[in-house]
């Protein structure tokens, strides 16, 4: 999930452990989450996934990559678009798509289906913040939607791993989070 730009050190481990890559999944198009997309896809042959709204973000690469004066990156096509519930089988596990618009029109989130859930929460929410919501396609109140109808519709004990920092919970969200506390 989320390759970001180093695709070597993805790679070397993917060959320590002796795995098998079954798709490369984004759970946004913003060029810290997909850079190794491409390089990726050509190393391993597996097929890259994103939400189809964040496909024209996708295609602007180029802009992100001169906004932030970092080389454009090699772009691949996208093989199948995530939707909404949609399960992602690897081994005796499964991760759920959840798509949580607001830092991008394509965010999406997975909940690992165990007994106890773990949320893979991208660039939606973070412990003790959210995603930005002023870069392309960003929308605040969109980000607070997704999390206030979709993230916090589950109990206080579940972890949450976000795309970038600590884990967190959600109960510790639902009392700590600025963001979250000021919408309540």
Known sequence: ?????DVENIYQALRKH?????AIVATHAH???????ADLKERTGAPIMMHEADIPLYKNIAEQ??????????TADVDSYLRESQP??????ALRAVHTPGHTPGSV???IEEREPIILSGDTLFAGG?????LWGGSFTQIMQSIRSKLLAF????????GHGPQTTIGNERRSNPFIVQQT
């Open 1 to 5: 999930m989320d390759p970001g730009g």
């Open 18 to 22: 002796d795995l098998k890559l079954a």
């Open 31 to 37: 060029i810290d989450h997909v850079a190794a997309l």
């Open 65 to 74: 990559a001169a906004w932030l004066g970092v080389p454009t990156p090699t």
């Open 88 to 93: 992602l089988q690897f081994g005796h596990h």
């Open 109 to 111: 989130s997975f909940v």
């Open 130 to 134: 959210i995603g930005r919501t002023d």
């Open 155 to 162: 109990e206080d004990n579940v972890t949450v791993i976000p």
